[in-house]
């Protein structure tokens, strides 16, 4: 079975999401917004402006805003540097109003703030980076060069140095904190909602197996009955045949093929029968075809079950649920491409509780990342070459995660550890150890909440 590396999507193709009619929309509102500031300044507050050459700013904005409606159609998206320049254009538009408005003593100087977070919840680094940049130049500029505040009477209106001064560092620290804050903010999402998609894929691959194996079986079903009557139609020819060896020969190939069909049929049902005592298994078997893609690697797979009193006999049967089987295959691929050569999986229960430890002899988890470990797109465990006979490995991460979302979905709580303290029977040193640990009634196929109910055999009756 082979395995695709899922990757998160890049920035520049998010970038792609924006929308043009979205940024007009956003731009108009601007635009509104500076109109009336500008036009009622002067009646409320009783200062003169610059009013010509404050219109004329926003008259940019605004025949900008009506080439690109016109221009483009509706539904274009944006690319990255387009997203870029639009932005950057925002800058300098609401950076020359401002110059035309007091500089920093105008306290609208916070709006520069709007263009540097949108960049950073949409756009790369490189590109939040860039407009931050422009960002702390232009309030830099506004803090030495602009058109003072008069009121009607002529008189200067100037916040002292020193709060024009903290002005401009509390518009840089505002910029770099609510920059790296959106964009550390908006990573999280993003990596979050891939690795949940991820997830979603591959239980839906598994679980479409299932389903297919379902599938093959009802088919294997059905054709068992008429294959049954051909076969003995064919043979009762065989027999009649006897003196015509011509014919003979064609009745015996019929014999032959459909014995074929037969045998076909069922190696299919077998692999694939899909009825309520094959969606459950005893808890070896789960485990068993968990581990079977990885026992052929080079690595000695080792499974045990047992009790709490230490007896092997009378192993529950647990749900082969694609949840769990999907999980634990992920944990135990883990498991064996960081092992040396061992890897151990153990199953107990009790009562309440069913637990199945995934250990192996390699190195362990680095001891800084034990408590992120599940996250998705982390690095790798430790710093080693590429598998070059695994390249769609890519080290920990996004597997962990898938398997700490499927686990945890089916009711069990996982745990990581380092080290030889819960291991049992075991001679060699243990490096990493994960435990899944489920209540009885998740997965007990004969108790709890989830129980398979088989009823009770019918007798066939004579007609």
């Not at 940019?60 to 690109?68: E, K, L």
């Not at 008429?226 to 060896?245: C, F, G, M, N, Y």
């Not at 009745?251 to 005592?277: F, P, S, W, Y």
Request: glycine residues 8%; charged residues 20%.
């Amino acid at each position: 079975m082979t395995q695709q590396t899922i990757r998160p999507l890049g920035e520049r193709k998010r970038a792609n999401w924006i929308r043009l009619r979205t940024m007009i929309l956003l731009r108009w509102v601007a635009i509104a917004g500076q109109f009336i500031a500008v036009t009622v300044t002067p009646f409320v507050f009783g200062l003169q402006l610059e009013m010509g050459w404050c219109y004329f700013v926003i008259g940019i904005s605004v025949i900008g805003n009506m080439v690109a409606a016109f221009v483009f159609p509706e539904n274009k998206r944006l690319t990255e540097r387009q997203n870029v320049s639009m932005i950057i254009f925002d800058l300098l538009q609401l950076s020359c109003l401002l110059f035309l408005t007091g500089g920093l003593n105008n306290p609208f100087t916070l709006l520069l703030l709007g263009p540097v977070t949108i960049s950073a919840t949409a756009l790369s680094m490189r590109s939040t980076m860039v407009l931050c940049a422009v960002a702390i130049i232009s309030v830099t500029v506004l803090a030495f060069f602009y058109l003072p505040l008069r009121t009607q009477e002529g008189d200067i209106l100037n916040i002292p140095q020193l709060f024009i001064f903290g002005q401009w560092i509390a518009l840089i620290i505002a910029v770099l904190f609510t920059s790296s804050y959106s964009r550390r903010v908006t990573s999280e999402i993003h990596l979050m909602s891939d690795a949940l998609a991820a997830t979603q894929m591959a239980l839906a691959r598994e679980q479409k197996l299932t389903d297919l194996g379902g599938v093959v079986a009802a088919a294997a079903h059905e054709l068992g009955t008429p294959l049954a009557t051909i076969k003995l139609a064919s043979a009762e020819l065989v027999h009649e045949l006897r003196d015509q060896p011509e014919l003979r020969e064609d009745a015996e190939l019929i014999v032959e093929q459909t014995n074929r069909c037969r045998d076909i049929l069922r190696n299919m049902g077998r692999a694939g029968k899909d009825d309520l005592h094959m969606r459950q298994a005893p808890l070896i078997t789960v485990l068993e075809n968990a581990a079977e893609p990885h026992l052929n690697r080079g690595k000695d797979v080792r499974i045990s079950v047992r009790g709490s009193d230490g007896s092997t006999g009378a192993q529950p049967a647990v749900l082969r649920m694609p949840e769990i089987i999907h999980g634990l295959r992920n944990l135990v691929q883990n498991a064996v491409d960081f092992s040396e050569s061992t890897v151990w999986v153990e199953a107990r229960w009790t009562s309440d509780t069913i637990t199945v430890r995934i250990l192996d002899d390699g190195k362990g988890f680095p001891t800084q990342l034990l408590g992120r470990l599940g996250d998705p797109f982390m690095g790798r465990r430790r710093h080693r070459k590429a598998d070059t006979t695994r390249p769609e490995y890519e080290g920990m991460g996004l597997g962990l995660f898938i398997a700490k979302t499927l686990l945890e979905r089916s009711g069990a709580t996982l745990q990581f550890a380092n080290g030889t303290e819960d291991a049992t029977d075991l001679k060699s040193p243990v490096g990493a150890v994960v435990e899944v640990r489920w209540p009885r009634g998740k997965i007990d196929a004969k108790e709890g909440e989830n129980s398979l109910i088989t009823g009770h055999n019918m007798r066939f009756q004579d007609t």
